[in-house]
């Protein structure tokens, strides 16, 4: 009976110790969401020369159009994946086709909207050289980001499509 209980120990710790790593890999959107933000902090206090202030200032701006940004983002999405699916099932309905793409390109004048103004807003803070460096500094760090993700997505989706592909013991 000790043995047993010695084995059923081992094999839990066992577990513990194979599946951590994993869970260490995939943190939550909100950790991710927080390294992204300290790392754009970072960014405009080496990269576009802000003091902490006006970085602070700057964040708060953009964090301040989030909200709507992510449904206008979401709207996009989702328009997206309506044509998808209806080119992937080879529709011929044009009237469905035509709504799909009037409302994605209604979210998208949308967003440019929300740009605008977010640049207006930042324009109240900032000197034209200090939007310059920003902009591009802006640009760098979205194509990083981005970057980022796609490889940790593509990196899970590998895994997951390894474990269905694996042999099962059956």
Avoid at 8 to 19: I, S
Avoid at 31 to 40: N, P, T
Avoid at 118 to 134: D, I, R, S, V, Y
Wanted: aromatic residues 4%; hydrophobic residues 35%; contains cysteine.
């Amino acid at each position: 009976m000790k043995q047993t209980r010695w084995i059923a120990v081992f094999a839990a710790a066992l577990c513990v110790a194979v599946a951590a790593p994993a869970f260490a890999q995939q943190p939550d959107k909100a950790e991710v969401q927080e390294r992204i933000k300290a790392l754009r902090h970072k960014m405009l206090v080496r990269k576009v020369g802000l003091s902490e202030d006006k970085a602070t200032k700057v964040e708060q701006i953009i964090d301040g159009f989030n909200g709507e940004r992510q449904k206008i983002h979401k709207q996009i999405a989702e328009e997206k994946k309506t044509l998808r699916e209806l080119l992937k099932s080879n529709s011929d309905d044009q009237d469905s086709y035509e709504g799909a793409i009037t409302r994605l390109r209604a979210a998208q004048k949308q967003n440019q909207a929300l740009r605008d103004k977010e640049f207006e807003a930042l324009k109240q803070e900032l000197t034209p050289k200090e939007q310059a460096k920003l902009l591009r500094a802006l640009n760098k760090f979205r194509n990083k980001v981005v970057k980022k993700l796609h490889e940790r997505n593509a990196k899970g989706r590998r895994k997951q499509r390894d474990a269905e592909d694996a042999p099962s013991d059956e």
